[in-house]
């Protein structure tokens, strides 16, 4: 305020520009971004926060900004930060804040894509599971309880942001509404219009707000809005001119933006494993900068769907996402740089300044060697850990979401009706196993039924023995018209033809023991459940192992066949080896310990093979051959 009085009484002739109000605009006449009164373009990579551990978010920025770029773009998940209604998270790795002041202390712009759905194939695109608390809501649409779902999120989120926008100071330059809206077919306008209205209410009207479609007349039709400055996404393979050209439709002025330039892109399990070449990746971003338009490279650094963060896509059939989010992006998921990185900054320094000095070197990779596991018991035996509460006694199946556990797995737990000495077919007539389940009959691992593949089992066994279905959500369908995807038996099961009934229904909650310290925490829960031979269905292994240096490293669980793991209580992922292409799971050094030893806990679903044993290996390998059903 005394900048600005100086100034008058100077007449501005002697003002500094420090002293001017900062402000970022759009210049509709020189089709142009304007930063402090100057015309602006940005070269962005997008980064996800939710994505890699805290303790490296400034490792991976400062190598974004020695790469080149003037920004950084990110996407802000809700159900990361709501896990129950009104519930709250921003600590620790949820801790947007402190990665925004990390951005802005890097010297680095920001552009927000608060969503309310970002997709970004994370679990449901970011929307809460427990919307679906209400069966029939339509998602993304003027649906009055899914709207006052999303004021609420926004009366929380967006008034952090506000002091951090460019024109009141800050580093974010501007916001995204919504995320490729024209590809999802509600085309609900109305939706649009009130997602605008509560970005003003709490931004004001300065904020550069924008949208982002794909690079086709319908996706830009309903994905566009009036007063919202239109972008588009498209990768090398396509032709910029013509993606332009076709904005130039929507936004017939303003600055031209690719909003996701990809350069890589992600793996299905079952999938070969994706790859882009740096040469293609580089010209088209030279492409891109020759027409002097302002691009984000879509991921610049992809990271890792800990814990049970993957989403899911639908083509014809469900198609989960695998836990390592590497996107053969220009930094891997351990926050290396990469050729791709090296080419891209090639380009970017032939129309920006580069900073100078040497690149921040890769970090060291640890191979720590063999981890000699042990068996800890059957899930089944630890109901009283996992499920203290009281299980759901039900007449027929309910779903994840009626009984409020929204991730992980559930137990569903009958009797065999009858004696079935002779082979007996047990069957999802209507494919309602979302997503995989895991059957024993008395403790006996009897087969997998799963989701769009196995439909029916052979079953053996006799009249009022438990028939177990363990059932896992393998990540909630994040694009396209099936995003309310309900977890759990969705449908009934038959034995025979004839209905299963009178289910008792176990949620479980498995991380929270672990993460306090259970199994290595009281020895003698180890082996206490009735001993079963046989090292198949779904069973706990721990194990542990020491070291002097901590780094980042690789588990590799070699002829294991599918499961989740944690070390030292951190959920590192779901492993899946036998379905590929993902064959290691990224274990950042910032879980481990050297002063302790560090704890490893397995639960494989399907069976373990002899000697128990996994290895920690200093490199990624994310392209293992790949077996779909
Ligand atoms: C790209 O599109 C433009 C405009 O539609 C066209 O003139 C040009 O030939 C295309 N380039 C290629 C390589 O197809
Ligand atoms: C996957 O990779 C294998 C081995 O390189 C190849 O034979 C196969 O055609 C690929 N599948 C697809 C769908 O591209
Ligand atoms: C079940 O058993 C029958 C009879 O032996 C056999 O024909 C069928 O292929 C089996 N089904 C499965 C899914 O294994
Ligand atoms: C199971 O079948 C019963 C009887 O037809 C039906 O009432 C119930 O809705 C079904 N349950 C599910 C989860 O489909
Ligand atoms: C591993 O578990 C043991 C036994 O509960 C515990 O004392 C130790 O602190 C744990 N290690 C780490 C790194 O958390
Ligand atoms: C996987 O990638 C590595 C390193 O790029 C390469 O050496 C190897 O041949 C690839 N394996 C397969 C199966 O494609």
Known sequence: MGGRLLCLLLMGTLCPRAWADPSFAIDYD???????????????????????????????????????????????????????????????????????????????????????????????????????????????????????????????????????????????????????????????????????????????????????????????????????????????????????????????????VNSEYYTGWLDYWGQNHSSSSAQLVSRGLQDILEMGASVNMYMFEGGTNFGYWNGADFKKKYLPITTSYDYDAPLTEAGDPTEKLLAIRAVISKFLSVPLGPFPPPSPKYDYGVVKLQKVGNLADFLDIFSPGCPTVTQYPITFEDAKQYFGFMLYRTRLPWDTPDITSLTDPFNGVHDRAYVTIDGSFAGVLERDHIRTINVTGSAGEWLDVLVENMGRINFGSYLSDFKGLVSNLTLAGDLLKDWVVYPLNIDGPVAEGWPHGGENNILRGPKIESNTGPTFYMGTFQTAARGDTFLKLTNWRKGQVWINGFNVGRYWPARGPQVTLYVPGSILSTKDYNNVTVLELESAPSGFRAFLIDRPILNGTSQAV
């Not at 490792?59 to 159900?79: C, E, F, H, S």
């Not at 449901?124 to 029939?136: C, E, I, Q, R």
């Not at 993304?140 to 779902?149: E, G, V």
Request: with cysteine.
């Open 30 to 256: 020189r089709n142009c971004f304007k930063k402090d009164g100057t015309c602006f373009r940005y070269i962005s990579g997008s980064v996800h926060y939710f994505r890699i551990p805290a303790a490296y978010w400034r490792d991976r920025l400062l190598k974004m900004y020695m790469t080149g770029l003037n920004a950084i773009q990110v996407y802000v998940p809700w159900n990361y930060h709501e896990p129950q209604p009104g519930l709250y998270a921003f600590q620790g790795d949820r801790d947007l804040e402190r990665f925004l002041d990390l951005t802005s202390e890097l010297g680095l712009l920001v552009i927000i894509r608060p969503g309310p759905y970002i997709c970004s194939e994370w679990d449901m695109g970011g929307l809460p599971a427990w919307l679906l608390n209400k069966k029939d809501i339509a998602l993304r649409s003027s649906d009055p309880d899914y709207l006052n779902a999303v004021d609420s999120w926004m009366s929380v989120l967006l008034p952090k942001l506000r002091p951090r926008l460019y024109n009141n100071g800050g580093n974010i330059i501007s916001v995204q509404v919504e995320n490729e809206y024209g590809s999802f077919p509600a085309c609900d306008y109305d939706y649009m219009r009130h997602l605008h209205k509560i970005f003003r209410l709490y931004l004001g009207d300065e904020v550069v707000l924008f949208t982002t479609d794909g690079n086709t007349h319908n996706e830009l039709k309903c994905g566009t809005l009036q007063g919202i400055h239109a972008t588009v996404d498209f990768g090398p393979a396509d032709n910029a001119t013509k993606s332009f050209e076709l904005l130039r439709r929507f936004q017939p002025t303003g600055p031209l």
